[in-house]
Nanobody, 119 residues
Framework: QVQLVESGGGLVQPGGSLRLSCAAS????????MGWYRQAPGKQRELVAA???????NYADSVKGRFTISRDNAKNTVYLQMNSLKPEDTAVYYC?????????????WGQGTQVTVSS
């Protein structure tokens, strides 16, 4: 099992930056695919960025070129650097750890951290 705790959210003006962190406890962090999702009021949760255990990354089209996901396996932490923030980036951001074994998916979620982009 993995326990996830996000931090780094807050209020920022349009065009500003934030860095989210997700600290994981439990065993074998490096084998998990890690992702950041977000959910705005009245909308479904959506994938923002993900990094698989092998190191490749993928991003939602809406954040490409502005957000960067990275992980530090020695610190059991995944980060989301968010630049050029827009009001539409306002949402609760959730950290996700995923592992697929023999076709079965295990998902673990953090409690979420609020990001508000407003002037």
């Amino acid at each position: 099992q993995v326990q996830l705790v996000e931090s780094g959210g807050g209020l920022v003006q349009p065009g500003g930056s934030l860095r989210l962190s997700c600290a994981a406890s439990g065993s074998r962090f490096s084998i998990y695919d890690m992702g950041w999702y977000r959910q705005a009021p009245g909308k479904q949760r959506e994938l923002v960025a993900a990094t698989i255990s092998g190191g490749s990354t993928n991003y939602a089209d809406s954040v490409k070129g502005r957000f960067t996901i990275s992980r530090d396996n020695a610190k059991n932490t995944v980060y989301l650097q968010m630049n050029s923030l827009k009001p539409e980036d306002t949402a609760v951001y959730y950290c996700n750890a995923r592992r697929v074994v023999f076709g079965l998916t295990a998902d673990y979620w953090g409690q979420g951290t609020q990001v508000t982009v407003s002037s």
